[in-house]
């Protein structure tokens, strides 16, 4: 959730009673109440790179200036100056894990791990890596992805290694990840899709012949259990163990998918380019 603007905007929703918000004040409007922070009302920078909500209500805002709790009315700084174990300021993505913490990505710093108070710090000597973080993933059985610049890596059981055994599947430039309904992991990378249907398989697929692989930039399984490779050049279907473009694609093809979102309705893509 990036706010590229000057301002960071919030829409305030009704949640649980007892929220650190003072939503009893908000239970009489009938209508969404949307009003905008800056740094005059105590945030350390107008660029906001994430935001999550805690159980109890509180917002959690991840910027290049300090990691802040938001209780509605005011600002919570947490920094390298005021904080043990936070290594620099730039926090760049959030996840809240239940039951085990509120994991804050940093910029070429790995990760900090945040539990009952407690900020823990895990780089190059934990088994992790102090590369950039673009996406956190967890998967139903508790396991929780990070993608990097250097690879993909996986915290289970209180550690964190390397997913990819090998080391040319280790090399692999990973683009995105997802859990699909069989519980299984599907894997977007440089140089094609990603099955892992159990820790000893693997099973990767590409779009065209080796020397003309489109990149999979992201994949998705659709409500009805279609896998969609998002690519350099338009939207895949995974067929009997290929991917093939399908008609009702054409429209976008030679377009780079960069993200599917799907509701009841329809599919809608979001792409980068003309």
């Known amino acids: 959730m990036t706010k590229k603007g000057i301002l960071l905007l919030i829409f305030l929703f009704l949640a649980e009673a007892g929220s650190a918000f003072q939503l009893p004040l ?49 600002f919570e700084i947490y920094n390298y100056a005021n904080t043990p174990g936070m290594p620099h300021n730039r926090a760049t993505q959030i996840h809240i894990q239940k039951g085990v913490g509120m994991w804050v990505a940093l910029e070429y710093g790995g990760v900090m791990l945040i539990k009952d108070g407690s900020f823990h710090h895990f780089g190059n000597e934990d088994g992790f890596t102090n590369s950039d973080i673009t996406k956190i993933y967890e998967a139903s059985d508790g396991r929780v992805f990070f993608i990097t610049l250097l690879g993909l890596y996986v915290y289970e059981d209180g550690q964190f290694s390397r997913y990819f055994k090998n080391d040319a599947d280790a090399k692999k430039q990973v683009r995105d990840l997802i859990e699909d309904d069989q519980h299984t992991i599907w894997v977007a990378t440089n140089s094609g899709l990603i099955h892992i249907p159990n820790e000893h398989d693997l099973q990767i697929y590409t779009t065209r012949t080796k020397q003309e692989i489109n990149q999979v930039i992201t994949v998705h399984q659709t409500q009805d259990g279609t896998i969609l490779a998002g690519t350099s050049s338009g939207v895949y279907e995974l067929h009997n163990n290929r991917l093939i473009e399908v008609e009702k694609y054409k429209l976008l093809k030679g377009k780079p998918i960069m993200q599917f979102y799907e509701d009841a309705q329809v599919m809608l893509y979001f792409t980068k380019g003309a």
């Not at 800056?38 to 990691?67: C, F, H, K, M, R």
């Open 26 to 74: 908000l239970q009489h409007l009938d209508s969404l109440v949307a009003r905008s922070w800056s740094i005059e009302d105590g945030l350390p920078v107008n660029s906001v790179n994430w935001v999550q909500q805690d159980s109890l209500g509180y917002l959690w805002i991840a910027t290049y200036d300090g990691l802040v709790r938001f209780d509605g009315l005011n």
